[in-house]
């Protein structure tokens, strides 16, 4: 068996706690490790934070996992072979950095930076360090996603036209009613709805549509995005009106190369009427597709309705039950465990690992470039970002 000492930093966050330490790490040691090339491996993580308390009660619900508030003492022990980070955006730079001097394997959640500069600098780093890196780009095993990826390899759309992606929901205000506020508890952190803290909606969802348009449908080439700040204020997790100084809805439009047209509308101020919270439709000559989080439903080109505008009598089509459910099978797992697994294994196995720290820096980097065709009012091409070898050369 082989043992790896993860450091987690931010595991006390909603996606630290969730989704890495819960829902992947965990769960790969309750399920006994991950069996690979004739070893098992175990991670072993190491919860790091500020708060005594809160790292106790962490530790205590996943099982009694070690815990410390020294992240120099954490880097300083060469069992730790991984530096895993799930703080703040704003934070991740400084934490990835320390971990990249002390020689640490890094992983991180998305975005890596909220702009291009510091978020290439950490690719550039690792590699010179010589690190293996990785950044998360979880919805590429999401079912909904790994059932178009299989549509697409096996010819299904024919000629892909166009893809259109619906991602949202009402993300409430809190508040007390008395004073303006919806009186709801809160979904999402204050600090997505402040710039200042690196919120944005921008930033935060066009480094998913970047991976998931590059990796499913052709590398995107230029972006044309209108940002906007729907709901003006908000209250915090104290109950704290503050004004929101970042976007919370984007509508952005993407060229990609071969052609495919890309629309993404990503709103945290829109009620749901749709399958899921995000909803990805593909157009094709022989077939369409609409892939929610887990499902995908297909209509080919021989159960195209033949539609015709009337709006003088009830439509006589029911469109929705012109489409069967794709069910291919296999059980799925949870993204996030999905793409931890194949980083471990890339760590102890050394097999091929492609969503490294450039492929984060490229989500970054629409990102930003989205913020700009906003500011602009124009359409921008995406450069392409060097890959770079050991002594920080272009390769
Ligand atoms: N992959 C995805 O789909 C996805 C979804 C949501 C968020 N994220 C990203 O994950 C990261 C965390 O988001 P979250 O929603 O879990 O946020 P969160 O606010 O719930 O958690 C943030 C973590 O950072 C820590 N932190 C906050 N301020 C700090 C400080 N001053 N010093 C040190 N640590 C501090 C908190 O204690 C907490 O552990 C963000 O970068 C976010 O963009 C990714």
Sequence with gaps: MKHVGIIMNGVTGRMGTNQHLLRSLKAIRDQGGLSAGGEVIMPEPLLVGRNQAKLEELSARAGGIAWTTSLDEALSDPKNEVYFDAQLTDLRFGGVEHAIRAGKHVYCEKPTATTLGPAYELYRMAVAAGVKHGVVQ??????????????????????????????????????????GGDGAVLQRPSWNYRKEDGGGIIVD?????????????????????????????????????????ADDAAYATFELEGGVVAQFNSSWAVRVRRDDLLTIQVDGT??????????????????TPRAVWNPDVPNPLDFCAGWEEFAPGEPIENAFKAQWELFLKHVVLDTPFQWDLREGAKGVQLAELGIQSWAERRWIEVPNLPILNLQGDTA
Aim: aromatic share 12%; net charge positive.
């Design 205 to 245: 969802m066009l480094c998913h549509w970047r991976y998931v348009l590059d990796n499913l449908f052709g590398p995107v080439k230029a972006v044309s995005c209108l940002g906007a700040t729907h709901i003006p204020k908000r209250w915090d997790e104290n109950g704290k009106p503050y004004p929101s100084t």
């Design 286 to 303: 022989k077939g369409s597709a609409v892939a929610g989080l887990r499902e995908c439903r297909i209509q080919s080109a021989a159960n």
């Design 138 to 179: 979880d919805k590429l095993w999401l079912p909904g996603i790994v059932k178009l990826k299989r549509l697409i390899d096996t010819g299904f759309f024919g000629e892909i036209l166009a893809v259109r992606g619906e991602f949202g929901y009402w993300v409430f205000t809190g508040g007390d009613p008395a004073e």
